[in-house]
T-cell receptor
Framework: GAGVSQSPRYKVAKRGQDVALRCDPI?????LFWYQQALGQGPEFLTY????????KSGLPSDRFFAERPEGSVSTLKIQRTQQEDSAVYLC??????????FGPGTRLTVT | KQEVTQIPAALSVPEGENLVLNCSFT??????LQWFRQDPGKGLTSLLL?????REQTSGRLNASLDKSSGRSTLYIAASQPGDSATYLC?????????FGPGTRLSVLP
């Protein structure tokens, strides 16, 4: 596609529900990053993939967060048993070989 | 641990002014530095990428410089326009992580 797409754009979940957020990067971008952005702050790193390999997951805030990229293209960020503190915008970015990042529009998650 | 700060946090200028946004980082062992703009409710749009071996990059009215030894980058915007109003973020590639600053919220008044 022409750019990075994310779905859904908005998600409201009741506390305790599981959610799955999808990222479809630009074709050919072997690197993929997930970020969490709180209101008024810069994005915080969650995890990094190179192709299908998850090379760094040090930013995942708890074991309720899980990410995968099984075929090295589309990635899914899953949050189990959502809590109110998980409310944020979740951004994904693909990157070129020189690590120039291209971001999707984000998914705004609200946990009630 | 890499920390990135941006000054000022917010800036309001009249249309036509030239302005400078600042980004500082604590560890000079970076691979690159990228400037982005973010419009309300939107994702980040890449403006300029500076590799660690480069000193500056230019695109249209934008010029970004990088001084690794002092841990600083500046984004210069010439002849600002109301359409430049957005939040500007810098990010450094440090190890395998990108570390972002908190952003500068820019308002250009017509």
């Amino acid at each position: 596609g022409a750019g990075v797409s994310q779905s859904p754009r908005y998600k409201v979940a009741k506390r305790g529900q599981d959610v799955a957020l999808r990222c479809d990067p630009i074709s050919g971008h072997v690197s993929l990053f997930w970020y969490q952005q709180a209101l008024g702050q810069g994005p915080e790193f969650l995890t990094y993939f190179q192709n299908e390999a998850q090379l760094d997951k040090s930013g995942l805030p708890s074991d309720r967060f899980f990410a995968e990229r099984p075929e090295g293209s589309v990635s899914t960020l899953k949050i189990q048993r959502t809590q109110q503190e998980d409310s944020a915008v979740y951004l994904c970015a693909g990157a070129t070989r020189s690590y120039e990042q291209y971001f999707g529009p984000g998914t705004r998650l609200t946990v009630t | 641990k890499q920390e990135v700060t941006q000054i000022p946090a917010a800036l309001s200028v009249p249309e036509g002014e030239n302005l400078v946004l600042n980004c500082s980082f604590t560890d000079s062992a970076i691979y690159n530095l990228q400037w982005f703009r973010q419009d309300p409710g939107k994702g980040l749009t890449s403006l300029l990428l500076i590799q660690s071996s480069q000193r500056e990059q230019t695109s249209g009215r934008l010029n970004a410089s990088l001084d690794k030894s002092s841990g600083r980058s500046t984004l210069y915007i010439a002849a600002s326009q109301p359409g430049d109003s957005a939040t500007y973020l810098c990010a450094v590639l440090y190890g395998q992580n990108f570390v972002f600053g908190p952003g500068t919220r820019l308002s250009v008044l017509p």
